[in-house]
């Protein structure tokens, strides 16, 4: 039986000025992005408080800034970055509907320091009940099974390209001296 989702958290990767990205090198910093939305059918008041992990290979990159929290989430902010990824990172909102809209939950900025592929991928917060996921309307925890988490790929590729050259040296010359390094 497949069951639709309720509740969405999107993960996107872009540049500072704002366009998404697959792509950086390294030693480029870029944002990652966190947004969450209510998608229950009928009229929805929207999330209320959204916690989750967003595990990676942080050999790939480092925070260059403090986690930045969305306006709508003002309230109970959390979070913390190591070399495994974002841990139990969140907020709730005010005391009044937020509605179905998509909202910004938080960014942080990051910087690639090694080339390969990344997966930023959502992941049910681990602490409950204070990294629990709710709606206001009806109040109460979300089942994590509920719950798109989605993910984000980016390839970070390495700054230093091979260019292929040729050295000749006269096979008639005794004591050829080659510096490579010229």
């Known amino acids: 039986v497949t069951v639709s989702p309720q509740m969405r958290f999107r993960l996107e990767t872009t540049s500072l000025s704002g366009e998404a990205l697959s792509e950086v090198t390294v030693g480029e910093t ?82 690639a320091v090694l080339g390969g592929d990344i997966l930023f991928a959502g992941d049910p917060a681990d602490t409950s009940p204070q990294s629990d996921t709710l709606f206001f309307d009806p109040p109460g925890s979300v089942d994590p099974l509920l719950i798109d988490y989605s993910t984000a790929a980016l390839t970070v590729v390495s700054s230093v390209t091979a260019i292929d050259d040729t050295f000749n040296v006269d096979e008639d010359v005794v004591d050829v001296q080659l510096d490579v390094l010229e």
């Open 30 to 111: 870029f944002l990652l992005y966190v947004y969450v939305q209510d998608l229950r059918d009928h009229d929805p008041a929207g999330v209320y408080a959204a916690y989750l992990d967003v595990p990676f290979d942080g050999q790939h990159v480092e925070s260059v800034g403090e986690i930045v929290y969305g306006l709508g989430f003002p309230n109970g902010r959390a979070g913390t970055f190591d070399t495994d990824g974002l841990d139990e990172v969140g907020a709730f909102g005010p005391n009044s509907p937020l509605g179905s809209g998509e909202l910004e939950l938080f960014h942080v900025e990051l910087e």
